[in-house]
């Protein structure tokens, strides 16, 4: 075989980009946000709003402008309208990037998994949706997705081996000649070989004849052995295990396992996709038992698919949808469609399974009819039956619910925490405004914060409106199990000593990730300890009359690391043990005094001076003049 020439490998690239422009932009963009996030640090991320909305658009885009290239490939598409259907994709694109938001939640994470499941489907699919009009397959269509998954196996393989090598390589530089070379480089060697260089090679192998995939060809043997020897044995065995585990709930008359659905949904996509591998020789007189397993697969799964009905809508009654129980009943409803028409069509037509896959997962991404909504919808209901049922309603709101009932059982505290938890995580406990009559709102001071900050908040918020108590699986399931009494104080955040001094027990920079303060309420007034996000302070603050927050005073964090890297001679990256003492600042402005009491700090002078430390602290307010220490 003769290697082709640095011209030729020219030509080829060129011809790539010629062909996939859009998508090949989509690369360079993941590239190169990939490659600077790299040169970051992490509280420099956090403030780059545009950093999820642009990867995942990126991301979207690979698949999106593939799809429409090939298709119009396929169908010759004048110049107008292939360029007009890229622009439609850019458009939708653009949209996606100014709705999604700067840190996903679980929601937009799962939208985005099946945005991008539709997307590739869409590739798979796309070029042959003309398909779906005919009585028997074509060669194309298997031999067209064959080289595409075995392109995606080998543009893998290609990259994954280029790196392993140019990382040995750089260690070898890095040992032998003494050079340092920084951890970011090997992450942005992985970001252009991920994204650039595996994308080009994969796209560089995408089928340009599409009249040439009608032709037979002969069938790979290894991919017949593996399938027959492997695969569909493997199917066969779970086959027999989850009917064996039906006999079981038939003798015993018990209700199946939740669980059981996800080994239902596994045996049936994994039977599927045996199948589809085999699909082209189904037809040869030495191979009529692929036809006949398929036709008994598909008969065999009806049942199982009975008992994954059961299964979850068992779960369903008692706690109502989620997302994960929503896709679980719409792929059981997809399984028992594609089941019932491959036995009426004698297993052809298979451009239907990806086609109908693809719209399945769009349709569920959004809409009232999406999973997102219909969940949303079905826990509000649950929260509504729950208070119903346990009296927690007055005049139809929540607020003051712990107080009326406080012995709510412990069955029902779990489900309404699971359902706060919910929405929470979310980002959504507005949904639940009809059941109080306090605002549900996120303070502005945590907009700009990570998304765990807004999501404690808003749970917190809704336990302390409704007067609610938390469910604690580990504390709550031991509880009704153990012998044991204990007895137990509110962990307080300062706890009063007297004569104007308070312990203050845990002082930390990580509440730089939450709202940035530690509250303190004082028979002196309301305080709070300021952290700013470069951790270099710590400044004591009180609320005036007016609601504003006036400075008392700072205590110079920045200057104690600063004098301990003097005084110790410190080197990068090192890490040493000192007295106590020296890791006390005490710090006076005014009637106050702040001790601190560290038992860390660390300070990354590389990253503009960041600081990060956890202690307790001290605080010593004396009396106004005139007026008695309390």
């Known amino acids: 075989m003769k290697l082709p020439s640095l011209q030729q490998l020219a030509a080829e690239a060129a011809r790539v980009v010629r062909r996939f422009p859009l998508t090949l932009l989509c690369a360079v963009v993941l590239c190169s946000v990939g490659i600077y996030t790299n040169h970051l640090n992490y509280q420099e991320k956090q403030h780059l709003d545009w950093l999820f909305p642009l990867l995942s658009a990126a991301g979207l885009g690979l698949s999106g402008t593939l799809a429409v290239a090939l298709t119009a490939e396929r169908y010759h598409w004048r110049p107008a309208l292939r360029w007009g259907a890229l622009a439609a994709v850019l458009g939708l694109l653009v949209v996606w990037y100014t709705v999604a938001p700067a840190e996903p939640n679980t929601e937009w994470g799962a939208r985005l998994a099946l945005l991008l499941l539709g997307a590739h489907l869409g590739v798979a699919a796309g070029p042959y949706l003309s398909e779906l009009r005919h009585q028997a397959d074509t060669p194309g269509f298997w031999r067209y997705n064959e080289t595409l998954f075995l392109r995606i196996l080998t543009a893998g393989l290609y990259s994954g081996v280029l790196f392993a090598g140019c990382a040995l390589a750089l260690v070898a530089v890095e040992n032998l000649f003494f050079v340092d070379i920084k951890p970011r480089v090997y992450a942005d060697l992985f970001v252009v070989l991920g994204s650039i260089f595996n994308t080009w090679f994969f796209l560089a192998g995408v089928p340009r004849d599409f009249a040439a995939l009608e032709q037979e060809a002969t069938y790979p043997k290894g991919l017949k052995v593996f399938t027959q020897f492997v695969l ?73 698919l009975g008992l994954l009905a059961v299964a979850i809508s068992t779960r369903i009654r008692a706690y109502g949808i989620t997302e994960e129980r929503y896709f679980v009943l719409v792929l059981a409803a997809w399984l028992f469609g594609i089941a019932l028409y491959f036995l009426v069509r004698r297993g052809q037509g298979i451009i239907w399974i990806p086609a109908s896959l693809a719209m399945v997962a769009f349709l569920a991404s959004g809409g009232p009819w999406g999973a997102f909504a219909v969940a949303q919808r079905s826990q509000l209901n649950q929260l509504r039956e729950i208070s119903v049922q346990y009296g927690l309603l007055k005049n139809g709101k929540l607020d003051g619910a712990g107080k009326r009932v406080p012995n709510l059982p412990k069955e029902a505290r779990k489900r309404i925490s699971s359902i706060f938890d919910f929405f929470a995580d979310r980002e959504a406990a507005k949904k639940l405004q009809p059941f109080f009559t306090t605002k549900l709102s996120t303070p502005d001071s945590l907009q700009n914060r990570s998304r765990w900050a807004r999501t404690y908040q808003q749970t917190k918020q809704l336990y302390v409106i409704s007067g609610l108590p938390e469910w604690n699986e580990y504390t709550d399931d031991s509880e009704e199990n153990s012998g044991i009494i204990s007895f137990y104080t509110e962990n307080p955040e300062v706890q009063p000593l007297g004569n104007g001094r308070y312990w203050v027990p845990n002082v930390n920079s990580s509440v730089v990730e939450i709202e940035g303060t530690i509250p303190l309420t004082l028979l002196e007034g309301n305080y709070r300890l300021r952290i700013p996000d470069s951790g270099a302070d710590v400044i004591l603050e009180q609320e005036s009359a007016t609601g504003q927050w006036k400075p008392q005073l700072t205590a110079n964090l920045n200057r104690l690391a600063d004098s301990l890297v003097v005084q110790t001679n410190a080197k990068r990256n090192t890490s040493q043990e000192l007295p106590a003492r020296s890791l006390t600042l005490g710090t006076t402005q005014g009637r106050y005094t702040l001790h601190l009491y560290l038992e860390r700090l660390t300070c990354d002078i590389q990253h503009k001076n960041s600081y990060t430390f956890e202690g307790s602290a001290l605080l010593e307010i004396a009396p106004a003049p005139g007026k008695p220490a309390k």
Not at 239 to 258: D, E, F, N, V
Not at 284 to 290: D, G, K, S, V
């Open 232 to 304: 569909l044995p493997l199917v066969v065995l779970y086959l027999g295990i989850l009917y064996a585990y039906m006999g079981r709930i038939l003798l015993l008359q018990a209700l199946p396992q939740g669980w059981v659905s996800m080994l239902v949904l596994a045996l049936a996509v994994a039977g599927i996709f045996a199948l589809l591998l085999i699909h082209p020789i189904r037809q040869a007189a030495e191979n009529t038992w692929i036809r006949t397993f398929g036709r008994w697969f598909y008969l065999a799964l009806f049942p199982l």
